[in-house]
């Protein structure tokens, strides 16, 4: 099983800025994609960014040139560095790894507990 800890989150002010970071561990064999979703009261999670082993990102339009998604493959630990935050950031933040167990095996997605992330206007 692949364990995934967030770290993080908190309570800023609008047009401030937060880093969050996600560590996963446990018995696997590769880590494809990690990435960062997001679910606010009364919506749909949906997707942040996202980064494969090889480093392309893919990033929802809402965030693009305020957040970036970096990834050290050693550690196996995804980073999401937003900048100039508004309230309508402020959800619940989740890390995800879509990883295999042993070569040549299924991939299997796997979810962090969340992570509080709260701006203030």
């Known amino acids: 099983q692949v364990q995934l800890v967030e770290a993080g989150g908190g309570l800023v002010q609008a047009g401030g800025s937060l880093r969050l970071s996600c560590a996963a561990s446990g018995r696997m064999f590769s880590i494809n994609t990690m990435g960062w979703y997001r679910q606010a009261p009364g919506k749909q999670r949906e997707l942040v960014a996202v980064?494969?082993?090889?480093?392309?990102?893919n990033y929802a339009d809402s965030v693009k040139g305020r957040c970036t998604i970096s990834r050290d493959n050693v550690m196996n630990t995804v980073y999401l560095q937003m900048n100039s935050l508004t309230p309508e950031d402020t959800a619940v933040y989740y890390c995800?790894?879509?990883?295999?167990?042993?070569?040549?095996?299924?991939?299997?997605?796997?979810w962090g507990q969340g992570a509080q992330v709260t701006v203030s206007s």
């Open positions: 995800n790894a879509v990883a295999s167990l042993r070569p040549g095996g299924a991939e299997f997605f796997y």
């Open positions: 980064i494969t082993s090889g480093g392309s990102t």
